[in-house]
């Protein structure tokens, strides 16, 4: 799938149509991604996250980037993992299924996704990079209007993770 790419890098720097925030059901904000987005952002991000009196397990919302590079945020709180038996895997490709739905239907045409629920929420990582990357390569089917979607990866063991899944696709 040529329109799927996988970096190493920091998602707030990227400039792009939207990045997605692997937020907490709250959307106000917390550590890893969500802090540093929030921290480039800005805090008119936080005023308007306040605005949408947060989000349900996979789904997501969407706002202005503010100081970002990015034009958009998509916010979508992931599943905890809890061993795998209370609908993780379902949760969290619903997550990819609606955070690129909602950049859809906002014209973005280029989307980065850091890889949710793989740091604090503790998901399998092997796991989740393919529920994520068939949850993309399946919506890119059906939706030629987006020229790109990338995993921005954060650190190297998760960017070689996602790079194996890709190859399995
Ligand atoms: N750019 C790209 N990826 C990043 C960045 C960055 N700047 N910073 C961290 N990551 P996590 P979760 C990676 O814990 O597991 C928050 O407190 C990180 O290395 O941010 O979905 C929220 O408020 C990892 O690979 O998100 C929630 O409460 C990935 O992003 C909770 O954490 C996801 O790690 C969500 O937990």
């Known amino acids: 799938?040529?329109?799927?790419?996988?970096?190493?890098?920091?998602?707030?720097?990227?400039?792009?149509?939207?990045?997605?925030?692997?937020?907490?059901t709250s959307l106000l904000g917390g550590g890893g991604v969500d802090g540093a987005i929030h921290r480039a952002a800005g805090p008119e991000l936080l005023a308007e996250c306040r605005t949408l009196h947060g989000c349900e397990t996979g789904r997501a919302k969407i706002t202005k980037g503010y100081r970002l590079p990015a034009k958009h945020v998509i916010h979508t709180p992931g599943p905890v993992w809890?061993?795998?038996?209370?609908?993780?895997?379902?949760?969290?490709?619903?997550?990819?299924?609606?955070?690129?739905?909602?950049a859809a239907e906002n014209g973005c045409r280029t989307v980065?996704?850091?890889?949710?629920?793989?740091?604090?929420?503790?998901?399998?990582?092997?796991?989740?990079?393919?529920?994520?990357?068939?949850?993309?390569?399946?919506?890119l089917e059906t939706h030629p209007?987006?020229?790109?979607?990338?995993?921005?990866?954060?650190?190297?063991?998760?960017?070689?993770?996602?790079?194996?899944?890709?190859?399995?696709l």
């Open 1 to 24: 799938m040529a329109r799927i790419e996988i970096i190493q890098g920091d998602i707030t720097k990227q400039a792009v149509d939207a990045i997605v925030n692997a937020a907490n």
């Open 82 to 102: 809890h061993g795998g038996t209370h609908g993780e895997d379902a949760l969290l490709a619903s997550c990819y299924r609606s955070c690129l739905t909602l």
């Open 112 to 139: 980065d996704f850091p890889s949710i629920s793989t740091g604090v929420y503790h998901f399998p990582l092997e796991r989740a990079a393919a529920i994520a990357l068939r949850e993309i390569a399946a919506f």
């Open 145 to 168: 209007e987006l020229e790109r979607v990338r995993m921005v990866c954060f650190d190297e063991r998760t960017r070689r993770v996602y790079e194996e899944a890709l190859e399995k």
